[in-house]
Protein backbone atom coordinates (compact mmCIF):
# COMPACT_ATOMS: atom_id res chain seq x y z
CA UNK A 1 0.00 0.00 0.00
CA UNK A 2 1.02 3.55 -0.80
CA UNK A 3 2.40 5.91 2.05
CA UNK A 4 0.96 9.00 2.74
CA UNK A 5 1.57 12.29 2.00
CA UNK A 6 0.41 13.54 5.69
CA UNK A 7 -1.19 17.05 5.06
CA UNK A 8 -2.71 16.91 8.26
CA UNK A 9 0.49 16.26 10.12
CA UNK A 10 2.85 18.58 8.53
CA UNK A 11 0.45 21.50 8.83
CA UNK A 12 0.75 20.54 12.67
CA UNK A 13 4.22 20.96 12.69
CA UNK A 14 4.35 24.11 9.92
CA UNK A 15 1.76 26.17 12.48
CA UNK A 16 3.64 25.29 15.48
CA UNK A 17 6.53 27.02 14.20
CA UNK A 18 4.09 29.76 12.62
CA UNK A 19 3.11 30.39 16.11
CA UNK A 20 6.59 30.62 17.85
CA UNK A 21 7.02 33.16 15.43
CA UNK A 22 3.81 35.39 15.75
CA UNK A 23 4.35 35.52 19.69
CA UNK A 24 8.06 36.96 18.93
CA UNK A 25 6.32 39.21 16.73
CA UNK A 26 3.49 40.16 18.70
CA UNK A 27 5.94 40.83 21.43
CA UNK A 28 8.24 42.87 19.77
CA UNK A 29 6.49 45.34 17.23
CA UNK A 30 2.82 45.33 19.46
CA UNK A 31 0.07 43.87 17.44
CA UNK A 32 -0.06 40.30 16.13
CA UNK A 33 -0.38 39.87 12.28
CA UNK A 34 -3.48 40.64 10.83
CA UNK A 35 -5.35 39.01 8.06
CA UNK A 36 -9.10 40.38 6.96
CA UNK A 37 -11.16 37.80 5.40
CA UNK A 38 -14.03 38.88 2.81
CA UNK A 39 -16.75 36.89 2.21
CA UNK A 40 -19.45 37.57 -0.49
CA UNK A 41 -22.91 35.55 -0.21
CA UNK A 42 -23.60 32.17 1.62
CA UNK A 43 -21.89 29.68 -0.31
CA UNK A 44 -21.71 26.29 1.76
CA UNK A 45 -18.39 25.60 0.53
CA UNK A 46 -17.03 28.95 1.00
CA UNK A 47 -18.27 28.91 4.33
CA UNK A 48 -16.52 25.93 5.19
CA UNK A 49 -13.28 27.21 4.22
CA UNK A 50 -13.19 30.66 5.96
CA UNK A 51 -14.62 28.79 8.97
CA UNK A 52 -11.53 26.40 8.79
CA UNK A 53 -8.90 29.64 7.86
CA UNK A 54 -10.26 31.20 10.50
CA UNK A 55 -10.01 28.56 13.52
CA UNK A 56 -6.31 28.21 12.20
CA UNK A 57 -5.95 31.88 12.68
CA UNK A 58 -6.86 31.34 16.47
CA UNK A 59 -4.68 28.40 16.46
CA UNK A 60 -1.32 30.50 15.80
CA UNK A 61 -2.29 34.18 17.14
CA UNK A 62 -3.21 35.86 13.94
CA UNK A 63 -5.75 38.99 14.33
CA UNK A 64 -8.22 37.79 11.68
CA UNK A 65 -11.46 40.42 11.28
CA UNK A 66 -14.02 39.26 8.70
CA UNK A 67 -16.08 40.77 6.57
CA UNK A 68 -19.17 38.88 5.58
CA UNK A 69 -20.88 40.82 2.66
CA UNK A 70 -24.31 40.03 1.07
CA UNK A 71 -24.65 38.68 -2.41
CA UNK A 72 -26.03 41.59 -3.11
CA UNK A 73 -23.05 43.52 -3.14
CA UNK A 74 -21.88 45.46 -5.45
CA UNK A 75 -18.17 44.86 -7.34
CA UNK A 76 -18.11 48.93 -6.23
CA UNK A 77 -18.80 48.47 -2.50
CA UNK A 78 -16.19 45.27 -2.49
CA UNK A 79 -13.64 47.57 -4.43
CA UNK A 80 -14.05 50.21 -2.20
CA UNK A 81 -13.54 47.43 1.46
CA UNK A 82 -10.79 46.66 -0.29
CA UNK A 83 -8.96 49.90 -0.69
CA UNK A 84 -9.41 50.31 2.77
CA UNK A 85 -7.95 47.30 3.75
CA UNK A 86 -5.03 48.12 2.03
CA UNK A 87 -4.91 51.36 3.61
CA UNK A 88 -5.19 49.66 6.92
CA UNK A 89 -2.02 49.33 8.69
CA UNK A 90 -3.24 46.74 11.18
CA UNK A 91 -3.74 44.22 8.40
CA UNK A 92 -0.96 42.66 6.43
CA UNK A 93 -3.00 39.90 4.52
CA UNK A 94 -6.66 40.18 2.30
CA UNK A 95 -7.73 36.92 1.37
CA UNK A 96 -10.92 37.69 -0.81
CA UNK A 97 -12.85 33.88 -0.44
CA UNK A 98 -13.53 32.46 -3.92
CA UNK A 99 -16.01 32.06 -5.85
CA UNK A 100 -17.73 35.63 -6.09
CA UNK A 101 -21.03 36.35 -7.03
CA UNK A 102 -21.55 36.10 -10.92
CA UNK A 103 -22.16 39.91 -11.28
CA UNK A 104 -18.51 40.65 -9.85
CA UNK A 105 -15.73 40.57 -11.86
CA UNK A 106 -13.33 38.45 -10.10
CA UNK A 107 -10.06 39.57 -12.41
CA UNK A 108 -10.77 43.19 -11.17
CA UNK A 109 -11.12 42.24 -7.78
CA UNK A 110 -7.82 40.10 -7.28
CA UNK A 111 -5.55 42.85 -9.20
CA UNK A 112 -7.07 45.50 -6.63
CA UNK A 113 -5.42 44.21 -3.61
CA UNK A 114 -2.04 45.48 -3.14
CA UNK A 115 0.64 43.12 -4.09
CA UNK A 116 2.22 43.42 -0.25
CA UNK A 117 -0.51 41.90 1.08
CA UNK A 118 -1.99 39.39 -1.59
CA UNK A 119 -1.42 36.61 0.56
CA UNK A 120 -3.35 33.73 -1.25
CA UNK A 121 -0.63 35.10 -4.27
CA UNK A 122 -3.38 35.30 -6.97
CA UNK A 123 -2.31 38.89 -8.10
CA UNK A 124 -0.29 39.13 -11.22
CA UNK A 125 2.53 40.69 -9.48
CA UNK A 126 2.57 37.50 -7.04
CA UNK A 127 2.34 35.08 -9.66
CA UNK A 128 5.29 36.20 -11.61
CA UNK A 129 7.59 36.37 -8.99
CA UNK A 130 7.12 32.93 -8.71
CA UNK A 131 7.55 31.90 -12.04
CA UNK A 132 10.65 33.62 -11.47
CA UNK A 133 11.82 31.52 -8.80
CA UNK A 134 10.98 34.21 -5.99
CA UNK A 135 8.70 31.80 -4.10
CA UNK A 136 8.80 34.16 -0.80
CA UNK A 137 4.86 34.69 -1.29
CA UNK A 138 3.68 31.95 -3.20
CA UNK A 139 0.49 30.29 -4.40
CA UNK A 140 -0.90 28.34 -1.46
CA UNK A 141 -2.26 25.31 -2.40
CA UNK A 142 0.62 24.89 -5.37
CA UNK A 143 3.34 26.10 -2.56
CA UNK A 144 1.76 23.24 -0.30
CA UNK A 145 2.09 20.49 -2.52
CA UNK A 146 5.56 21.66 -2.96
CA UNK A 147 5.89 21.27 0.69
CA UNK A 148 4.63 18.09 1.02
CA UNK A 149 7.39 16.35 -1.76
CA UNK A 150 9.62 18.16 -0.25
CA UNK A 151 8.50 16.47 3.26
CA UNK A 152 8.76 13.26 2.16
CA UNK A 153 11.94 13.45 0.18
CA UNK A 154 10.67 12.80 -3.00
CA UNK A 155 12.78 14.09 -5.86
CA UNK A 156 11.62 16.86 -8.10
CA UNK A 157 14.93 17.35 -10.23
CA UNK A 158 14.58 15.54 -13.63
CA UNK A 159 11.26 13.98 -12.71
CA UNK A 160 8.19 13.48 -14.87
CA UNK A 161 5.35 15.55 -13.47
CA UNK A 162 1.69 15.46 -15.36
CA UNK A 163 -0.58 18.03 -13.60
CA UNK A 164 -4.33 17.12 -14.57
CA UNK A 165 -5.69 20.42 -13.72
CA UNK A 166 -4.70 23.93 -16.37
CA UNK A 167 -6.57 26.48 -13.34
CA UNK A 168 -5.00 29.87 -12.72
CA UNK A 169 -5.18 28.01 -9.12
CA UNK A 170 -3.34 25.32 -8.83
CA UNK A 171 -2.17 23.84 -12.77
CA UNK A 172 -0.50 26.72 -14.07
CA UNK A 173 0.93 28.14 -10.26
CA UNK A 174 2.25 24.58 -9.55
CA UNK A 175 3.86 23.64 -13.17
CA UNK A 176 6.26 27.16 -12.57
CA UNK A 177 7.01 26.00 -9.09
CA UNK A 178 7.75 22.49 -10.29
CA UNK A 179 9.85 23.85 -13.56
CA UNK A 180 11.44 25.76 -10.97
CA UNK A 181 13.23 22.82 -9.28
CA UNK A 182 14.08 21.31 -12.86
CA UNK A 183 11.23 19.02 -13.41
CA UNK A 184 9.54 17.82 -16.46
CA UNK A 185 6.30 18.88 -16.65
CA UNK A 186 3.32 18.07 -18.71
CA UNK A 187 -0.27 20.11 -17.74
CA UNK A 188 -3.48 18.00 -19.37
CA UNK A 189 -6.90 19.96 -19.66
CA UNK A 190 -10.26 18.69 -20.81
CA UNK A 191 -8.77 19.08 -24.38
CA UNK A 192 -5.74 16.47 -23.61
CA UNK A 193 -6.99 13.52 -26.51
CA UNK A 194 -5.55 11.13 -24.22
CA UNK A 195 -5.01 12.41 -20.81
CA UNK A 196 -4.04 8.35 -19.21
CA UNK A 197 -1.13 8.32 -22.11
CA UNK A 198 0.52 11.18 -20.00
CA UNK A 199 -0.38 9.78 -16.33
CA UNK A 200 1.19 6.27 -16.73
CA UNK A 201 4.50 7.62 -17.40
CA UNK A 202 4.69 10.20 -14.81
CA UNK A 203 6.95 10.01 -11.73
CA UNK A 204 4.28 12.41 -9.85
CA UNK A 205 1.16 12.39 -10.72
CA UNK A 206 -1.34 15.35 -9.91
CA UNK A 207 -4.87 14.96 -10.20
CA UNK A 208 -7.18 18.25 -9.46
CA UNK A 209 -10.63 17.57 -11.39
CA UNK A 210 -13.05 17.82 -8.72
CA UNK A 211 -14.29 14.41 -9.63
CA UNK A 212 -14.53 15.28 -13.08
CA UNK A 213 -12.11 12.87 -14.36
CA UNK A 214 -11.65 9.79 -11.72
CA UNK A 215 -7.82 8.63 -11.56
CA UNK A 216 -7.93 4.71 -11.68
CA UNK A 217 -5.04 2.61 -11.02
CA UNK A 218 -4.71 1.54 -14.43
CA UNK A 219 -3.80 5.23 -14.88
CA UNK A 220 -0.66 5.20 -13.27
CA UNK A 221 2.34 3.19 -13.44
CA UNK A 222 3.47 0.91 -10.52
CA UNK A 223 5.40 2.87 -7.54
CA UNK A 224 3.82 6.45 -8.79
CA UNK A 225 3.09 9.44 -6.71
CA UNK A 226 -0.05 10.58 -6.11
CA UNK A 227 -1.16 13.96 -4.81
CA UNK A 228 -4.51 14.35 -4.80
CA UNK A 229 -5.85 18.01 -4.70
CA UNK A 230 -10.26 17.04 -5.82
CA UNK A 231 -12.10 17.47 -2.71
CA UNK A 232 -15.34 15.76 -3.88
CA UNK A 233 -18.41 15.45 -1.04
CA UNK A 234 -21.51 13.23 -1.99
CA UNK A 235 -25.35 13.57 -1.09
CA UNK A 236 -24.27 11.05 1.86
CA UNK A 237 -21.52 13.07 3.28
CA UNK A 238 -19.00 10.95 1.90
CA UNK A 239 -16.14 12.95 0.59
CA UNK A 240 -13.43 11.60 -1.99
CA UNK A 241 -10.81 13.04 -4.44
CA UNK A 242 -10.26 12.10 -8.17
CA UNK A 243 -8.45 8.80 -7.45
CA UNK A 244 -9.91 5.78 -6.82
CA UNK A 245 -9.24 3.29 -3.91
CA UNK A 246 -7.45 0.97 -6.30
CA UNK A 247 -4.39 3.74 -6.71
CA UNK A 248 -3.34 3.45 -3.44
CA UNK A 249 -2.33 -0.35 -3.87
CA UNK A 250 -0.34 0.76 -6.78
CA UNK A 251 0.94 4.13 -5.69
CA UNK A 252 3.91 4.46 -3.45
CA UNK A 253 2.79 7.88 -2.31
CA UNK A 254 -0.60 9.49 -2.28
CA UNK A 255 -2.66 12.39 -0.26
CA UNK A 256 -5.99 11.13 1.52
CA UNK A 257 -8.62 12.87 0.67
CA UNK A 258 -9.49 14.76 3.20
CA UNK A 259 -6.34 15.08 5.21
CA UNK A 260 -3.77 15.89 2.05
CA UNK A 261 -3.45 18.77 0.53
CA UNK A 262 -6.40 20.65 2.29
CA UNK A 263 -4.65 21.70 5.54
CA UNK A 264 -1.59 22.42 3.36
CA UNK A 265 -3.30 25.29 1.62
CA UNK A 266 -4.53 26.94 5.00
CA UNK A 267 -0.86 26.52 6.39
CA UNK A 268 0.94 28.15 3.92
CA UNK A 269 -1.67 30.68 4.21
CA UNK A 270 -0.67 31.45 7.34
CA UNK A 271 3.12 31.36 6.74
CA UNK A 272 2.58 34.08 3.82
CA UNK A 273 0.88 36.22 6.10
CA UNK A 274 3.39 36.09 8.79
CA UNK A 275 5.79 36.97 5.76
CA UNK A 276 3.81 39.70 4.78
CA UNK A 277 3.82 40.96 7.90
CA UNK A 278 7.42 40.56 8.97
CA UNK A 279 7.95 42.15 5.62
CA UNK A 280 5.32 45.46 6.71
CA UNK A 281 7.19 46.19 10.26
CA UNK A 282 10.38 45.70 8.97
CA UNK A 283 11.30 42.81 10.60
Not at 96 to 112: E, F, S, W, Y
Not at 131 to 153: F, K, R, S, V
Amino acid sequence: MARLLDGRRLARRLEAQIEERVREGTARHGRPPGLATVLVGDDPASEVYVGRKAKACRRVGIHNPEHRLSAETTENELLALIADLNADAAIDGILVQLPLPGHIDKDRVIDAIGPAKDVDAFHPESVGHALLGNEAMAPCTPYGIMLLLDDADIPLAGAEVVIVNHSDLIGKPLAALLINRDATVTVCHRLTKDVAHHTRRADIVVTGTGGKRPLAASDIREGAVVVDVSTVREADGAIHGDAGPDVAGKAAWITPVPGGVGPMTIAVLLQNTVRAYRRNVGA
